[in-house]
T-cell receptor, first 112, second 114 residues
Framework: QQQVKQSPQSLIVQKGGISIINCAYE??????FPWYQQFPGKGPALLIA?????SEKKEGRFTISFNKSAKQFSLHIMDSQPGDSATYFC???????????FGAGTRLTVKP | NAGVMQNPRHLVRRRGQEARLRCSPM?????VYWYRQLPEEGLKFMVY????????ESGMPKERFSAEFPKEGPSILRIQQVVRGDSAAYFC????????????FGPGTRLTVL
């Protein structure tokens, strides 16, 4: 049972554009929502994360928007660069168990 | 400070053989998590371990798969009598304590079953 649904599966953006990736969840017990970036042949690396008590978090060109009532959160990459081309995963965690539930991933390609 | 280390990076096994995947967490981390990633899919949680204890194995297949994290040495994910469907990338992550937000991932072991 997939607990975190991610879309789109793939995304192509021109350099300088905005990349938007969306995730939706069902379990209201989730209390931590990270985004991971994964390059080919590498393990996922934490990019940015948010807790449900805030609606937005920004770090550099990366912003998470969180809508608790809709049970949705999204990643926005401003001024997208070719170096941002990677697979992005959203995830959600329940309490202190630390086991993450991951979305299926979005393969982002930023064209020069 | 070395990150999470996994070895081997690539492992090829024939059907019916055993696969042993090793994970050394970051220094000072006593919590280890194993995930499986199938092609074009996200990571699926398998098991969460502390030193000498399995905390949550709800994502582990009931048969052929086992995991341990001994007092000394790396965490081991063991797959007995491998089948083609076991071919995947297996990632481990570590964190310093329970309830810590960030998990640090290793580079993964890519298992191919012929």
């Amino acid at each position: 049972q997939q607990q975190v649904k991610q879309s789109p599966q793939s995304l192509i953006v021109q350099k300088g554009g905005i990349s938007i990736i969306n995730c939706a969840y069902e379990n209201t017990a989730f209390d931590y929502f990270p985004w991971y970036q994964q390059f080919p042949g590498k393990g996922p690396a934490l990019l940015i994360a948010i807790r449900p008590d805030v609606s937005e978090k920004k770090e550099g060109r990366f912003t998470i928007s969180f809508n608790k009532s809709a049970k949705q959160f999204s990643l926005h990459i401003m001024d997208s660069q070719p170096g941002d081309s990677a697979t992005y995963f959203c995830a959600a965690r329940v309490g202190n168990n630390n086991d993450m539930r991951f979305g299926a991933g979005t393969r982002l390609t930023v064209k020069p | 400070n070395a990150g999470v280390m996994q070895n081997p990076r690539h492992l090829v096994r024939r059907r019916g053989q055993e696969a042993r995947l090793r994970c050394s967490p970051m220094k000072g981390h006593s919590h280890v998590y194993w995930y499986r990633q199938l092609p074009e899919e996200g990571l699926k949680f398998m098991v969460y371990l502390q030193k000498e204890n399995i905390i949550d194995e709800s994502g582990m297949p009931k048969e052929r798969f086992s995991a341990e994290f001994p007092k000394e040495g790396p965490s081991i994910l063991r797959i007995q009598q491998v089948v083609r469907g076991d071919s995947a990338a297996y990632f481990c992550a570590s964190s310093p304590k329970r309830g810590t937000d960030t998990q640090y991932f290793g580079p993964g072991t890519r298992l191919t079953v012929l």
